[in-house]
């Protein structure tokens, strides 16, 4: 008998029949024998509901209150789904941020977990019954209502999982796991049956979005296995743990893609201590999140300097730069909108040289120009004009062998099964 | 500089512009110098939205997480208030049942309050701001949410007066006080500017919809004054407090009436002890109340025995009647669902005889057959055909000269005033 957390999404609890739908999930795995805590997020539409709501009384709604309106959508889906359980036969216990003391700080609208107090979590299953947590929602030091920010369901999920020291944590969504690349662009994408949290991590932050970023963080550092599962269809859906060292990692686990990238790039840069800093410093003041950095080698003192940021922010960055042109001494300022960022990623580069040359001789054959390139232990990203976006992702699909699964995991399963 | 508590019912703050609307009321009130502590419903419809939702997942959805639905409602509202007094500059906190500790009995749906912690409250005003507090919500001694049922707003709001000691409880509402007769029917009806929590009660049992009975109860037990005000349109409203012994009570205060009556008259029954309970018991175990009750004289050992019971309970009475007919022994049984029940209240009926006869009086003027009569200490109940309803209200409404101000009322207004 393990112990399972649950989480189903808002699109999962969109409305009464599927909240039945879940019932009837979260009821067969009790039937399994297993325990089960349930968290789960507002119906689908409601958050946003409530914030225009919010808008319509006021432009910028006082932080506090909008957190004690944004708080009621869960109360609703968590009660539904109990009441759905009862009707089941099956008891449930329905319980607030509030209920259950997850304690956040007091950051309204984007607040961070610091303590989960389990015990009358402990006690509802020892009494047999199922509790519903609310996602997404806590309380502060002095008892004020807190929410963790858009997707922050996934973090209470975590976070339940981690204090609980459940064996696994279920994220149910509409995709049923991880896949090598986007199924809508790589019709012979294939799902991964397991990935590490650092793939995992790279992958959300390369634009996949099955997974909120700071869930996957959460899990790893408390070392929660994740599961990604699909609420409408069966299946394994995709286990995210820390590497398995028994087992060979795949070299290149996935391909993921962001479409919303813009590039500039500052000429003729001097090459002078600070320089970065000079450039970049008036850009993160403004709170705009600079993503790829290069910057070349100098030939005679003067370099060039590129970075990619979210398309939406190209036009104060290119404001603040203009205005700074001068202090920074550039000869030319340069920006493109219509690039997109393609990158592979996989644990197994750690241990394997020429992935890169391999990313790179396969864009080159599909007759792909790179613009820019950046690579880390785990992951091998380059910007590209935004129309060769899919040949861009197909080759290196292809390139990697990744529509087959690697023999490595074929024997990790023959052994495992 | 005194302390007031305000509540506005679901009407109030039903939609964002009327929100916008109760926050500048209690910007006037704070502008007066007065400290202010808000009592909110949910939005109207709002409940009936969620009981919906409930009832589409289950025909009798568990009652804990019913109300754990419900309370979300309130939730929306008070923080809607809160966005719309912050906007206009005014600091404001809302609070839910649970977080100012309105503690309840556990009777999920129609919970009691048994007691209301007044620190974070006093703390809040202290602080210069102003407390909004969700009505008709509580916790229970395990922390459990629960509701006080329909219509526990305005108890709510009494509650936390008492708790708070406040100097008057303002009930907001869509009537701008309690009138002599329903304006509806008697056009000459007159707002009165006082009166007693006896006549509200039995104003309110009576069939007059301004407030809740257990609210005037309640706001009766602790002594807190109630004001009856509209949201919509000025005015000093009706002020509902004790017997005010400096002034002469009016004779009586107003005309009530109700038009869910059904009567039922067992003819021809033995006079022998324990017969109403023979009749009435098996009426109230089926959880049917019964209203007024009228027992004639024996004759030959034969009385007839009458009741009333509201119109929807009739055909299930006349079944339990019709099973039981042998065993009580009646030779006849009659009923009639088309009767009203017409009310004169008034507590000056303490010390005046005669108002029983200025009823008969006046209804046999009007040619209006009584069916049943029946007195208590401050009212004057009567029994009449549903067609004759507004004619017997007109009529009673002139007979004690309520369309125009008592005298003794005027002497104390031009003393007051």
Redesign the interface.
């Known amino acids: 008998m393990a112990l399972i957390v649950q989480k189903y999404g808002g699109t999962s609890v969109a409305d009464?029949e599927r909240?039945?739908h879940v019932a009837g999930k979260v009821a067969a795995t009790r039937a399994q024998g297993h325990d089960v805590v349930v968290v789960v997020s507002a119906m689908a539409g409601e958050t946003d509901r409530?914030l225009g709501?919010?808008h319509?009384?006021?432009p910028r709604?006082?932080r506090?209150?909008?957190d004690?309106?944004l708080?009621?959508?869960e109360?609703?889906s968590?009660?539904?789904l109990?009441?759905?359980l009862?009707?089941r036969g099956l008891k449930?216990?329905?319980f607030?941020g509030?209920?259950v003391c997850i304690r956040t700080d007091t950051a309204h609208t984007k607040a961070r977990i610091e303590k989960i107090d389990t015990e009358r979590l402990r006690r509802t299953l020892a009494e047999g019954m199922v509790p519903v947590v609310a996602g997404f929602q806590g309380i502060d030091e002095v008892?004020?209502?807190t929410t963790l920010g858009r997707g922050g369901g996934d973090t209470t999920a975590v976070g339940v999982a981690a204090a609980m020291q459940a064996d696994e944590c279920h994220i149910y969504t509409d995709v049923d796991g991880v896949y090598t690349a986007d199924p809508r662009l790589v019709p012979d994408a294939r799902r991964l049956p397991r990935i590490t949290f650092e793939e995992m991590l790279e992958l959300a932050s390369q634009g996949s979005k099955v997974l909120q970023i700071r869930a996957v963080e959460f899990a790893g550092k408390y070392n929660v296995p994740l599961r990604v599962l699909s609420t409408f269809k069966e299946g394994e859906g995709t286990l995210i743990t820390y590497e398995d060292h028994a087992v060979e990692a795949a070299l290149v686990s996935g391909v993921a893609f962001s479409r919303d990238e813009a590039e500039i790039a500052l000429l003729g840069v001097p090459q002078v201590p600070g320089i970065a800093y000079r450039i970049l410093g008036p850009v993160s003041d403004a709170n705009i999140e600079v993503d790829m950095i290069v910057q070349n080698v100098a030939r005679d003192g003067k370099m060039d300097f590129a970075f990619t940021i979210h398309r939406n922010d190209h036009p104060q960055v290119m404001d603040i730069l203009r205005a700074n042109l001068g202090h920074i001494g550039a000869q030319d300022l340069q920006s493109n909108e219509r690039v997109v960022k393609i990158s592979v990623v996989g644990v197994g580069m750690r241990s394997h040289a020429g992935v890169a040359s391999t990313v790179f001789r396969a864009l080159a054959e599909a007759g792909i120009e790179l613009r820019m390139v950046a690579t880390s232990e785990i992951k091998v990203s380059v910007v590209v004009d935004e129309k060769q976006l899919e040949a861009g992702v197909r080759a290196l699909h292809k390139a990697f062998g990744l529509a087959s699964p690697p023999k490595e995991d074929m024997s990790h399963r023959g052994a495992a099964g």
Do not use: F, H, Y
């Open positions: 009464c909240i039945e409530l709501l919010a319509r009384v006021a709604p006082n506090r209150e909008l004690v309106l708080a009621s959508g109360q609703v968590m009660a539904l109990c009441i759905a009862e009707k449930a216990r329905s607030t509030g209920q008892g004020d209502i």
